[in-house]
């Protein structure tokens, strides 16, 4: 006579089988998050401190021009007496984000180098100030200040000024 508890015994096996696989991609899911999360905040705290270091840079070195609130200075549209332009807004209502990370860059480091040949421009060259990691970081605390549909937007025109390279 065929025993009777077979077909059920190997039906138990395969949920216990079941049970083993569900268990194992837990841990191995909880070890996935448990790493990203180390790295994410490992990556988290290295972004906060270049963003103080923007900070701190920004108010000694641009604010006096650009506003201690990213504002420019006033009439910022309209050409001083000099003829020479004031200096523009860092915030989401200027033109900053109109440029690529590569353009805000060279403007800060080269200063009126990084216009065309005999542009006027009251906008200093800080390569001898400031390193290029703490130009970078007080860009990335520049970008930091904008809303994220204006992030974005630059990110795509700097992903395109990146395509459109030979
Ligand atoms: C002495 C005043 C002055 C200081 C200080 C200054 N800037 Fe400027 N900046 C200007 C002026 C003026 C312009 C406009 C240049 C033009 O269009 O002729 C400008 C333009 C810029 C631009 C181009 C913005 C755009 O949309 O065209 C960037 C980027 C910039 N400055 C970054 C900085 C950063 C970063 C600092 C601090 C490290 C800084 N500036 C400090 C005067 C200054």
Not at 21 to 28: D, G, R, Y
Not at 91 to 116: C, M, N, Q
Not at 146 to 164: C, F, G, N, T, Y
Request: aromatic share 8%.
């Amino acid at each position: 006579m065929p025993k009777k508890s077979s077909p059920r015994s190997a039906a138990r096996k395969s949920v216990y089988i079941g049970l083993a696989v569900v268990l194992a991609s837990v841990v191995a899911g909880a070890a996935f998050f448990a790493l990203k999360s180390a790295l994410t905040s490992q990556t988290d705290s290295a972004r906060m401190a270049q963003l103080e270091t923007g900070r701190r840079i920004y108010a000694e070195a641009c604010a006096a021009c650009h506003g201690a609130s990213l504002e420019g200075q006033a009439n910022w549209q309209k050409r001083l007496p000099n003829g020479r332009m004031p200096a523009p807004p860092h915030d989401a209502l200027g033109h900053t984000w109109h440029h690529s990370d590569e353009v805000l860059f060279r403007i800060t480091k080269d200063g009126p180098a990084a216009y065309p040949a005999g542009y006027q421009t009251d906008m200093l060259a800080f390569g001898g100030r400031l390193t290029d990691e703490e130009i970078t970081a007080t860009l990335a605390f520049i970008k930091s200040t904008w809303p994220p549909e204006v992030r974005a937007k630059q990110e795509r025109i700097d992903l395109d000024s990146q395509r459109r390279k030979p």
